[in-house]
């Protein structure tokens, strides 16, 4: 997907797109806790909020863990958060939307950043060898009912690139789409999450997340250790200019 994206990036270099219009504001830090919004698109319409550099960069640059882009510490610092509201044309693809964050990023923060391979640790789903498990969402249908709980993914629609996204959220370490399915498709997925942030471990009614992607929907989890592109933070801003 960062393969794809960065030929789409050079090749859209000349046109820069940019939004219509467009927010970039640093969050008040008001507390320890605090709800997220790490990006959503609808009818061309963006939004991003409590998001650090390195989040916002991991959206624009279609990257679905942090391992993936590297820089200085605040870039990644619950310090420094910010908010992003953006707004292109209502028919604007979700890549082109994702272009123009990447402008809108290297304009307000004066990122400059360069792309490298670097052996990482990682997870990577594929068809298992076994029948498929997975079906089809029923045409129409939205994400309206999307349910997602640490351990418990339950969605009516949803894409292998999204499913992706959020394990890699739960589970803390990079889990990439190797399975070329196409589409949206129905998902209940429970498993038992890996114990954190001092968390009790798993009372073993529940499988490992290998053993719940295999038997729930008939894919696999393969840990690998191989060259991944990763996006290299030279130097940014903190205090994004004028809006």
Known sequence: MLRAFLLLAAT???????????????????GDLYRANLGRIA?????M????????VRFAWAINNDAQVAGPDWIKSREVRYKIDA???????????LLMLQSLLIERFHLKTHTEQREIPHL?????KKEMKLR?????????????????????????????????????????????LEGAYVIDLEWAPSPRHGEEPSDGTRPSLYAAVQEQLGLRLEARKTPLPVIVVDSAERVPIGN
């Open 43 to 47: 009818h061309g319409e963006l939004s």
């Open 49 to 56: 909020a409590n998001v650090t550099l390195s989040e916002a």
């Open 124 to 128: 990577e789903l594929t068809v298992g």
């Open 87 to 97: 707004k292109a044309t209502p028919d604007a693809p979700r890549e082109r939307v």
């Open 136 to 180: 089809p969402a029923v045409e129409g249908s939205d994400g309206s009912r999307n349910a997602n709980g640490f351990g418990h993914i339950v969605s009516n629609r949803m894409t292998m690139d999204v499913l992706t996204t959020i394990l890699s959220r739960f589970e803390r370490q990079p889990i990439l789409d190797r399975t070329g």
């Open 12 to 30: 859209a270099a000349a046109q820069t797109p940019a939004f219509e219009v467009a927010s970039v504001k640093p969050e008040e830090i008001t």
